[in-house]
C-alpha cells in the first residue's frame, strides 16, 4: 500500500543519508541540486560526484576567510574544483584539522552569481548531521531524482528550525549513593533522533523550585577525567549537592563538543593543539560558538511534571533558553570547579567569549 512521508520524516531519512556518505537532493519550486557530505563520503563516491566538471565546494563564510577564497555569498563561498582536484585537495579543503599536512591548496577560484539559498540549506542540513559543514554540489534535474533514487527534500514553504519533540521510553532505578534514592528517565528526540536521561534524586516535589543541573555529554571529561575541560568535576560537584540535599534532578543532554559531536570536537581539539582556543576552533570547522539546544532540557523537565528550578549553572545562556520555555529559574547557583594548567585558557574564553559567570 503506497504511503506519503511526511516532511520531518523526510527531512532523518536525510540527515541519515548525509551520515552514510549517500547524495541527497533538495530542491524548491524552480531548483534543485544533489549535495554530498565531504567529510563523510568515500573517495570513490567523490570521485565520481566531480568527474562531470559541474560540482562545487559550498563551505561557510568563515572557513572560506580562513583559505582566503573570496566569498560572494553572504555567509557562504562556493569554490570551484580545479581540473586536476583529487579527492584528498577536496577532503583538505573541506576539513580545517588537515591544514597543516596541506598547507598548499590555493589559490583558490570562488563561483559568482546565480541561485545559492539550496547550497545554504545543505551546509544547514551538515551541520545537523555533525558533520563538517563543507558539501559538494551539483544542478540537479528532478528526472535524475527518480532514476537515481536519491532522497530529496522539497523545502518549499518547509520551516527548517525544527520544534523540540521527545518521547519517554523507560525508566528505572538506578541506585548510586546509600542515603538518597535514584531513578533514570530515558526520552528519545522523534524520528529516532538522540537519546538523553534524567536522573532524579529522591523525589523532589512539584510545587517547589527542584535543584536541577542541566549537563551536556562530555565523553572525554565526564567518562575518561580530561584535564583539559572542567566538566566532569562539575558533574560531580552537581550529583553530591543533589546527594547531600536528598533531592535534585540531573539532565544528562547527548550533546557533546556543545552539540558539534565528539568527531569534530577531536577536530576541535587537534586546531586547538595548533594554537586557537575553543570557540576559534569552532568557527573554523564552520559551526557556531555553541550549538546546543538547551530546549531539550526544557522539555524533559515539563514531561517530568517540574516547571521550577534552582539551576546549577555558571552559563545564563541556560536560564534564558530555559524561561523563554516556560520554566521559571529561581535562583542560579554557581558551580565552580579548579583550574590546572591544561584548562586555565579554555576556562577564560568561557568567561570572556560565552559570558560563562567563573
Known amino acids: 500500500m503506497p504511503f506519503k512521508l511526511l516532511k520531518e520524516e523526510i527531512l532523518a531519512r536525510i540527515l541519515s543519508d548525509l551520515r552514510l556518505g549517500l547524495p541527497v537532493g533538495i530542491r524548491d519550486k524552480e531548483h534543485a541540486i544533489l549535495a554530498l557530505s565531504v567529510e563523510n563520503s568515500s573517495p570513490e563516491r567523490i570521485q565520481e560526484f566531480i568527474t562531470d566538471g559541474n560540482a562545487v565546494i559550498a563551505l561557510t563564510r568563515k572557513r572560506a576567510d580562513t583559505l582566503k577564497a573570496r566569498v560572494y555569498d553572504g555567509n557562504m563561498a562556493r569554490i570551484i574544483i580545479p581540473v586536476e582536484a583529487n579527492t584528498a585537495w577536496i ?20 563561483q559568482r552569481g546565480g541561485t545559492v539559498h539550496l547550497h545554504k ?13 563543507a558539501v559538494l554540489v551539483q544542478p540537479l534535474e528532478t528526472m ?29 532505578t538506578l541506585p548510586l549513593t546509600e542515603n538518597v534514592p535514584s531513578r533514570i528517565f530515558l526520552f528519545r528526540e522523534a524520528l529516532g533522533g538522540d537519546e538523553h536521561c534524567a536522573i532524579v534524586f529522591g523525589s523532589p516535589p512539584r510545587d517547589k523550585p527542584v535543584l536541577t543541573r542541566l549537563h551536556s555529554a562530555c565523553f572525554t571529561g565526564d567518562v575518561l577525567g580530561s584535564l583539559k575541560c572542567d566538566c566532569q ?29 565528539l568527531g569534530n570536537k577531536i577536530k576541535a581539539y587537534s586546531l586547538q593543539d595548533q594554537g586557537f582556543d575553543t570557540v576559534e576552533a569552532n568557527h573554523r570547522l564552520g559551526f557556531e560558538d555553541d550549538e546546543r539546544d538547551f530546549r531539550l532540557g ?20 541556560k536560564i534564558t533558553i530555559l524561561e523563554s520555555q516556560g520554566i521559571t529559574v529561581h535562583e542560579r547557583i554557581p558551580i565552580l570547579t579548579t583550574v590546572n594548567k591544561y584548562n586555565a585558557d579554555y576556562l577564560a574564553v568561557k568567561a570572556r567569549k560565552s559570558g560563562h559567570q567563573l
Not at 92 to 109: C, F, H
Open 233 to 261: 568535576q562539575q558533574l560531580h560537584q552537581a550529583m553530591k549537592r543533589m546527594n547531600d540535599q536528598g533531592e535534585g534532578i540531573l539532565l544528562y543532554i547527548n550533546q557533546e563538543g556543545r552539540g558539534i559531536g
Open 298 to 317: 526544557s522539555e524533559i523537565l515539563k514531561m517530568l511534571g517540574y516547571s521550577n528550578t534552582r539551576l546549577m549553572t555558571n552559563n545564563p545562556a
Open 121 to 133: 540549506v545543505a551546509i544547514e542540513l551538515t551541520r545537523k548531521a555533525r558533520l563538517l559543514p
Open 144 to 172: 535524475e531524482i527518480t532514476v537515481n533514487q536519491i532522497s530529496c527534500l522539497d523545502i518549499t514553504d518547509m520551516n527548517m528550525t525544527t520544534e523540540v519533540s521527545l518521547e519517554r521510553v523507560s525508566q528505572a
Open 91 to 110: 577532503k583538505a579543503i573541506a576539513d580545517p584539522s588537515r591544514d597543516l599536512q596541506t598547507p598548499m591548496k590555493g589559490p583558490l577560484e570562488s
